[in-house]
């Protein structure tokens, strides 16, 4: 029977899914096999009839530089009584590419040494994929599709900014990220936008919405000292990650509740609690500005990916081959600063607890440091002028909210 390999995707999108999946595909055809793109994830591999795609040189080609995912994806997550060899015995499959998460990792690991058991030789590797570049890799190397959506975002970012510039109005904007600041690290910086909060700034203090609206009323009447009266305030999503939820329970907002009583996020906008917190504030000191939310969420995920990730994605999806040739299973395909693909381990990355910290933006960092102190937030010295907007002007102190010396 002609051998064959299968490949599955879990979790969201990030761009150069499909440039991954078209570069593994045209590597293994090459190389007399068969290519066979599972539909819904693990739920699609594991059902008793798969919707596949068989890969083409022709299909392969024609989806490189497409953004999304032309294999559709699952956040599916098998126990391991649903765990099945069939669809790995009725294709010959020699091995299980997955894209994902780390999640998606360690589920595909838990699913080859069952197929072991079966006495199927099904090799593992996996490829690892987010936008939010949570993923301590070598070298602090960027997880795929994380520049791609920067990009997008700096683009939106830059467009938002004119129109605050041209209306002059204040833009509060929110960026995805789960629980690191990377992304709206890179957007805010790039746009040179006024104010950036991401979660890694609390350090020294817990995250609460009255200090978060605080820091952006700081900025909105540093700019007023100046003489700017527009601006654009972008706060991380990561921020709900590291607040107490009795916090978020009584903020004042109208959340959906899951089965446990925890407010559901995932189903409101971000940027819209925080500029409804913000007008709530501005009302209550009596300063009158004008601010609009925007959400920077969905519209990331599926761009067609830039030159950087087509290049990373080509050469991930070759460091597969080059893996699997060398006899190399149950890793996770990496390349460092030098472009050289090393296999990476699940227990390389995870902590005692056997759970993979995220890489956090390095708040002590020079890059760090010089962006954040290149904001517009009121000082000790701005005092005596932030008077004529503000009662209390030292608390609305960035590095005293921030508890920073």
């Known amino acids: ?36 793109g599972v539909h819904h994830g693990f739920k699609g591999i594991l059902a008793e009839n798969p919707e596949v795609k068989i890969f083409d040189f022709a299909l392969a080609d024609r989806i490189f530089s497409r953004g999304g995912s032309t294999i559709t994806m699952s956040r599916f997550k098998p126990k391991d009584s649903d765990f099945k060899a069939d669809f790995f015995k009725n294709n010959n499959v020699k091995l299980l590419v997955t894209i994902g998460g780390d999640d998606t990792a360690s589920t595909a690991n838990r699913l080859t040494k069952y197929l072991q058991k079966q006495e199927l030789d099904v090799a593992h590797v996996h490829v690892p994929k987010t936008i939010d570049n949570d993923l301590p890799l070598p070298d602090r190397n960027p997880t795929f599709g994380f520049h791609t959506a920067k990009d997008e975002g700096v683009r939106i970012g830059n467009t938002v900014y004119e129109d605050a510039r041209t209306s002059e109005n204040w833009f509060v904007m929110s960026a995805m990220g789960r629980s690191a600041g990377h992304l709206a690290f890179g957007i805010a910086s790039a746009c040179h936008f006024q104010m950036m909060i991401i979660p890694e700034m609390f350090n020294n203090t817990k995250i609460t919405f009255d200090k978060l609206i605080n820091m952006i009323v700081s900025s909105i009447v540093k700019c007023k000292i100046k003489g700017i009266e527009y601006g654009v305030a972008l706060v991380s999503e990561g921020v709900f990650h590291f607040m107490d939820e009795e916090e978020i329970i009584n903020s004042d907002i109208n959340f959906t509740y899951d089965d446990h009583g925890h407010p559901e996020l995932g189903n409101v906008s971000k940027s819209h609690i925080f500029n409804y917190l913000l007008q709530v504030k501005l009302k209550e000191i009596g300063l009158k500005v004008k601010t609009r939310p925007v959400e920077l969420g969905y519209e990331l995920r599926c761009c067609n990916p830039i030159a950087f990730d087509l290049t990373l994605c080509s050469l991930l999806g070759i460091g597969v081959k080059k893996l699997f040739d060398q006899g190399i299973s149950g890793c996770i395909v990496s390349a460092n600063s030098n472009g050289d693909i090393a296999p990476l381990f699940l227990k390389d990355f995870e902590d005692e607890s056997g759970k993979i910290p995220p890489r956090l933006v390095d708040i002590e960092s020079d890059m760090a440091q010089l962006f954040i102190n290149n904001l517009f937030f009121i000082q000790e010295k701005d005092y005596e002028k932030a008077k004529q907007y503000l009662p209390n002007p030292e608390a609305y102190d960035f590095k005293k909210i921030l508890n920073w010396n």
């Open 1 to 36: 029977m002609e051998k064959s390999i299968a490949i599955i995707c879990g979790g969201g999108p990030a761009p150069g899914i499909n440039t991954v999946v078209s570069t593994i595909a045209k590597t293994f055809i090459k190389d007399g096999y068969k290519v066979i």
